[in-house]
């Protein structure tokens, strides 16, 4: 495969051994004659991006979700900056084999997979980030109670909890697995649902959506009764404001990642 042109996305390095990785990947990168830019993962843009025909995100799992909120088309390669600290689990690369995976890229010898993301709609206008791992929504103040109505294909249900994960099904593995939901294999159809900490008392009580599998077609619907309510994709980037009457549809986007998985 003919790699032109790559975007490595970092994490400022804490430590000499992130350093070192840092160093690493952009000395392969340029023996393989291959020109790269740099991006710093809390200062990003999609016009870094254009032209690109493959990113390289060095860091941990957050990096590279971040990295994913931003990618198109084309390649993604998690790189893990410290196996000690880091744990990894979209990088599939490190220091010490970096240099072997980008031949391996280049001779057109590695594996895809292409994994799902979800989109969603604040009062109907479409959020530019995609969730790799899910869309939380909650009060931005993780001790208040986030209050809301759920709707799934045309069932309501008003609630009160510490907020709604919904997850893909390469989320499953992280925030929602630690929340009591199912973890779904990596190639699975639909995506599933997550409610934090239901509160249950005199007037919100009875719940039957708790946790749910959704199909491709399915949306959740969300609106808000929250004075500081936000929703955010996969914990990073940018928090979107989600006050009371704040509408929210979330489900699968048709844009998948193409992440090299081995």
Same mark, same amino acid.
């Given at each position: 495969?003919? &790699?032109?042109?790559?975007?490595?996305?970092?994490?400022?390095?804490?430590?000499?051994?992130?350093?070192?990785?840092?160093?690493?990947?952009?000395? %392969?990168?340029?023996?393989?004659? +291959? $020109?790269?830019?740099?991006?710093?993962?809390?200062?990003?843009?999609?016009?870094?991006?254009?032209?690109?025909?493959?990113?390289? %995100?060095? #860091?941990?799992?957050?990096?590279?979700?971040?990295?994913?909120?931003?990618?198109?088309?084309?390649?993604? &390669?998690? +790189?893990?900056?410290?196996?000690?600290?880091?744990? #990894?689990?979209?990088?599939?690369?490190?220091?010490?084999?970096?240099?072997?995976?980008?031949?391996?890229?280049?001779?057109?010898? /590695?594996?895809?997979?292409?994994?799902?993301?979800?989109?969603?709609?604040?009062?109907?206008?479409?959020?530019?980030?995609? =969730?790799?791992?899910?869309? /939380?929504?909650?009060?931005?103040?993780?001790?208040?109670?986030?209050?809301?109505?759920?709707?799934? $294909?045309? !069932?309501?249900?008003?609630?009160?909890?510490?907020?709604?994960?919904?997850?893909?099904?390469?989320?499953?593995? %992280?925030?929602?697995?630690?929340?009591?939901?199912?973890?779904?294999?990596?190639?699975?159809?639909?995506?599933?649902?997550? +409610?934090?900490?239901?509160?249950?008392?005199?007037?919100?009580?009875?719940?039957?959506? !708790?946790?749910?599998?959704?199909?491709?077609?399915?949306?959740?619907?969300?609106?808000?009764?929250? &004075?500081?309510?936000?929703?955010?994709?996969? $914990? +990073?980037?940018?928090?979107?404001?989600?006050?009371?009457?704040?509408?929210?549809?979330?489900?699968? $986007?048709?844009?998948?990642?193409? =992440?090299?998985?081995?």
């Amino acid at each position: 495969m003919k &790699l032109g042109n790559a975007l490595i996305v970092y994490t400022i390095p804490r430590n000499n051994e992130q350093k070192s990785t840092l160093e690493r990947i952009k000395g %392969a990168v340029k023996k393989h004659s +291959v $020109s790269y830019s740099l991006a710093n993962r809390d200062r990003m843009d999609k016009g870094l991006f254009a032209g690109k025909d493959i990113v390289i %995100a060095a #860091g941990g799992d957050g990096t590279f979700l971040r990295a994913a909120q931003f990618t198109g088309s084309q390649l993604l &390669l998690g +790189v893990n900056a410290d196996v000690k600290d880091k744990e #990894g689990f979209f990088m599939k690369a490190d220091k010490n084999n970096f240099e072997a995976k980008l031949a391996e890229i280049m001779d057109g010898n /590695f594996r895809t997979i292409k994994l799902p993301r979800l989109e969603a709609r604040l009062n109907g206008k479409k959020i530019e980030a995609l =969730a790799l791992n899910e869309f /939380f929504i909650g009060s931005r103040k993780a001790y208040h109670a986030a209050k809301y109505t759920i709707e799934i $294909s045309k !069932r309501k249900e008003r609630q009160k909890s510490s907020g709604i994960i919904i997850s893909t099904p390469a989320g499953s593995n %992280a925030w929602a697995k630690g929340c009591c939901g199912k973890t779904m294999p990596l190639g699975s159809e639909g995506y599933q649902f997550v +409610v934090r900490e239901p509160y249950e008392g005199q007037v919100f009580k009875n719940y039957k959506f !708790r946790y749910g599998i959704l199909k491709n077609s399915q949306k959740i619907r969300i609106v808000s009764e929250m &004075l500081d309510g936000i929703l955010i994709a996969d $914990s +990073v980037g940018k928090e979107y404001g989600f006050r009371n009457g704040s509408i929210a549809e979330i489900g699968l $986007s048709k844009k998948h990642l193409n =992440a090299v998985w081995d």
